[in-house]
């Protein structure tokens, strides 16, 4: 017989040896549970990161503004664009393509705002030293992160999650200068 | 069943109807309703 019905009355309260085993196992899940938020402080490697509605028409039309105003050339098609320092930065996921470049200066601060205008896209940011940040982007919601480059060079973005025909070629930069 | 004097763990153990209705309730409000309430309750992007 796979499984036995037990007899009534089959409830024993845990004695001391099981109660020391359900603290152990109690203790341990508290460990666990607050080893997360101490990892995301000292560990440096989980990002802080906070999310806002938007209409993708409305950042299409900021990232347009932040384009026109901080552009200061461009790679093939696509503009290279310089935020100021501690400033605000768009890059626009959509048509298969991260818009625009950026150009940051290293050890500077800035609030990088990430969003798509149609389709879920797979941020990945990928440069040298082994940096590999990957982050959700959704249409309709501004992923806002802070970020200070570390490193002088050229990070490219990709697009890791599938978002149809063209997705292998949805590619991006960010330059960073010393 | 209904033994006044057995315990209210074995009670609800002996009991499929609650532990199915705690098995779907919990995880409902706890994750799905939680969750939705999350995105519903995000604020507008100010796009400073």
Redesign the interface.
Known sequence: MSFMIPEKDWFKAPDKGEKSWIAIGFIWCLVLFFSMPIWHIYGKQNSSSESYRVKPEDFSARVMKFVETNSIGKDGNTPIVQPKPGGHAYVMGGGYIWYPILKLKKGNEYILHISSTDYQHGFSLQGEAGINMNFQILPGYDHVLKITPTTSGTFNIVCNEFCGARHHVMTGKILVED | MG?E???W??RL?ENPWMLLILGIVVPTISYTVWGVYDVLS???????
């Open positions: 033994n004097n057995t315990h763990l074995e153990m995000l604020p507008v992007a100010p796009l400073p």
